[in-house]
């Protein structure tokens, strides 16, 4: 119990439409776990990743993360502060009055202390293998899409986190982006000590055990 | 059923009205404290290896707060100058005062005129960028995403702005100053036998320790202010794109309100 990096104690969560997703929600991810939670519209799946990242606020209930409370204010957490996380939002989550290499070497700087040469290049790295150096120059588009979701798995990929999630992509993907979203996953989970919750279709569920949220549990792998 | 209010005699609604806004009033002094006390907290938790990035955005909003903006400051306070030496030499060249205009001219400029029109000017154009940008950062999730993603947002965003404001307040306060007095030493010396060097001997006499701590003080007071109102008008966006344009607006105004009402009082503690 004592190698649980997140732990959720007493979650009561409802999501922004209103709907109650958990109550009382007692969970533990253990350090290594990787999980692929298939999404289906309203099951939740989105709005458990925001919470296992300290986005959403719950509405009773505590979250400890590495051993730190997380709670959704602008309250320092350590484990953030030095990029440990790698949160890939549906919509990417980038600034968009950045381009995407500017997008991608920023956490390395910013959290991993990397001189700006040597962020860039390292970023530049991370969009070719995404297939998206060609592009690294221009700002993400509004509304998001699926360049802009890749792009923020490379910057996720970028700086080893040590737990990844994974939100579904904002339209379908064709292969070649499948492929590249596959190969940066694989990259990033290389360290088996790499915690991932994968939020997506049939095409991630070989990367981690089967996840269910049902009746406000979370079922892993083998648990009734 | 009819509503309570609807059935509250007229002064009874007044004063709640009033009530309100006095609430409102307090509760965005709140909001404006907690920003700046969580940029003064992360200024003092600022790590060495993040100040190159730092200072790379901290210049970036100096050079669109301050160097954009000087055609613009050039021109308005070269009229200003030249225009309200003008009135004052209508007004005055009766009275046989012509040889105090210049140090007139310099005490209105310095004190007052200068850092308003500097205020008004930062207020119009970055204070309203800066709210449209964090707004928008605040609708899209951004601000979320990137302190999850190891980006402190108050650090990358807020401190910069906050630093950069200040700096180029001051900056933009002198230099308009400088612009304003040297448009009315040209009015001046266009109707008046006035010479550079008399003028610049009346300004001498004209700028004080008061003076100087009038501009200190509220270049600090307004470039702090500004990027701290507009960010507080911005994060309050919640769902919805048409809440940008009025939390825009409500930041442009606040800014204004606060710019007069701590000039003003400034202004009495100083010079009363």
């Given at each position: 119990?004592?190698?649980?990096?997140?732990?959720?104690?007493?979650?009561?969560?409802?999501?922004?439409?209103?709907?109650?997703?958990?109550?009382?929600?007692?969970?533990?991810?253990?350090?290594?776990?990787?999980?692929?939670?298939?999404?289906?519209?309203?099951?939740?799946?989105?709005?458990?990743?925001?919470?296992?990242?300290?986005?959403?606020?719950?509405?009773?209930?505590?979250?400890?993360?590495?051993?730190?409370?997380?709670?959704?204010?602008?309250?320092?957490?350590?484990?953030?502060?030095?990029?440990?996380?790698?949160?890939?939002?549906?919509?990417?989550?980038?600034?968009?009055?950045?381009?995407?290499?500017?997008?991608?070497?920023?956490?390395?700087?910013?959290?991993?202390?990397?001189?700006?040469?040597?962020?860039?290049?390292?970023?530049?790295?991370?969009?070719?293998?995404?297939?998206?150096?060609?592009?690294?120059?221009?700002?993400?588009?509004?509304?998001?899409?699926?360049?802009?979701?890749?792009?923020?798995?490379?910057?996720?990929?970028?700086?080893?986190?040590?737990?990844?999630?994974?939100?579904?992509?904002?339209?379908?993907?064709?292969?070649?982006?499948?492929?590249?979203?596959?190969?940066?996953?694989?990259?990033?989970?290389?360290?088996?000590?790499?915690?991932?919750?994968?939020?997506?279709?049939?095409?991630?569920?070989?990367?981690?055990?089967?996840?269910?949220?049902?009746?406000?549990?979370?079922?892993?792998?083998?648990?009734? | 059923?009819?509503?309570?209010?609807?059935?509250?005699?007229?002064?009874?609604?007044?004063?709640?009205?009033?009530?309100?806004?006095?609430?409102?009033?307090?509760?965005?002094?709140?909001?404006?404290?907690?920003?700046?006390?969580?940029?003064?907290?992360?200024?003092?938790?600022?790590?060495?290896?993040?100040?190159?990035?730092?200072?790379?955005?901290?210049?970036?909003?100096?050079?669109?707060?301050?160097?954009?903006?000087?055609?613009?400051?050039?021109?308005?306070?070269l009229?200003?100058g030249a225009?309200?030496l003008l009135?004052l030499f209508?007004?005055?060249?009766?009275?046989?005062?012509e040889s105090?205009l210049s140090?007139?001219l310099?005490?209105?400029?310095?004190?007052?005129?200068?850092?308003?029109?500097?205020?008004?000017?930062?207020?119009?154009?970055?204070?309203?960028?800066?709210?449209?940008?964090?707004?928008?950062?605040?609708?899209?999730?951004?601000?979320?995403?990137?302190?999850?993603?190891?980006?402190?947002?108050?650090?990358?965003?807020?401190?910069?702005?906050?630093?950069?404001?200040?700096?180029?307040?001051?900056?933009?306060?002198?230099?308009?100053?400088?612009?304003?007095l040297l448009g009315g030493f040209f009015v001046a010396w266009l109707r008046l036998p006035v010479s550079f060097s008399a003028f610049l001997?009346a300004l001498?006499?004209?700028?004080?320790?008061?003076?100087?701590?009038?501009?200190?003080?509220?270049?600090?007071?307004?470039?702090?202010?500004?990027?701290?109102?507009?960010?507080?008008?911005?994060?309050?966006?919640?769902?919805?794109?048409?809440?940008?344009?009025?939390?825009?607006?409500?930041?442009?105004?606040?800014?204004?309100?606060?710019?007069?009402?701590?000039?003003?009082?400034?202004?009495?503690?100083?010079?009363?």
């Open positions: 119990m004592s190698d649980a990096l997140l732990a959720l104690e007493g979650v009561t969560l409802r999501s922004p439409e209103g709907h109650l997703v958990f109550q009382g929600l007692d969970w533990r991810l253990q350090r290594g776990g990787r999980f692929h939670l298939k999404w289906v519209r309203g099951g939740g799946a989105s709005a458990f990743l925001r919470l296992c990242c300290g986005i959403a606020v719950p509405e009773a209930g505590r979250m400890v993360l590495d051993g730190v409370r997380l709670t959704a204010s602008y309250a320092p957490h350590p484990f953030l502060e030095r990029g440990a996380l790698g949160y890939v939002p549906t919509d990417g989550g980038l600034a968009v009055n950045m381009p995407l290499l500017a997008n991608v070497a920023l956490p390395l700087r910013f959290a991993l202390n990397l001189g700006r040469e040597e962020a860039q290049a390292e970023a530049r790295l991370w969009l070719e293998r995404a297939g998206l150096l060609d592009v690294a120059h221009l700002r993400p588009r509004v509304p998001a899409d699926v360049q802009a979701w890749l792009a923020s798995l490379a910057r996720t990929a970028a700086k080893r986190p040590e737990l990844v999630l994974l939100d579904r992509p904002p339209g379908g993907l064709d292969e070649q982006v499948r492929l590249a979203a596959r190969d940066l996953l694989a990259q990033a989970g290389a360290d088996p000590k790499v915690t991932m919750i994968l939020v997506g279709g049939d095409w991630l569920a070989d990367l981690g055990e089967p996840m269910t949220i049902i009746e406000s549990r979370v079922l892993t792998g083998s648990q009734p | 059923m009819i509503p309570m209010s609807r059935t509250l005699p007229i002064p009874v609604k007044v004063a709640s009205r009033l009530g309100a806004a006095v609430v409102a009033g307090f509760a965005r002094v709140g909001a404006v404290v907690r920003l700046l006390f969580l940029c003064l907290r992360s200024i003092l938790r600022l790590r060495g290896e993040q100040m190159p990035l730092m200072l790379e955005v901290t210049r970036t909003q100096i050079r669109f707060t301050a160097l954009d903006a000087l055609p613009l400051c050039f021109l308005t306070a009229l200003i225009t309200t009135q209508g007004q005055l060249s009766g009275f046989g005062v105090y140090q007139i310099a005490k209105l400029v310095i004190r007052e005129l200068g850092p308003l029109l500097v205020g008004i000017v930062v207020i119009s154009r970055s204070g309203t960028a800066m709210a449209t940008e964090m707004a928008n950062n605040q609708l899209s999730g951004q601000l979320e995403a990137l302190r999850v993603n190891g980006v402190d947002p108050v650090r990358f965003l807020l401190v910069p702005r906050l630093l950069g404001c200040v700096t180029s307040v001051f900056s933009l306060i002198v230099f308009v100053d400088t612009v304003a001997t001498g006499q004209a700028i004080g320790p008061r003076e100087l701590a009038a501009t200190f003080f509220k270049a600090v007071i307004f470039g702090t202010s500004i990027p701290m109102i507009c960010s507080s008008y911005a994060l309050e966006v919640r769902r919805s794109s048409t809440e940008l344009p009025q939390a825009v607006t409500k930041a442009a105004v606040g800014s204004l309100i606060f710019l007069l009402l701590s000039g003003a009082v400034l202004s009495l503690f100083i010079y009363v």
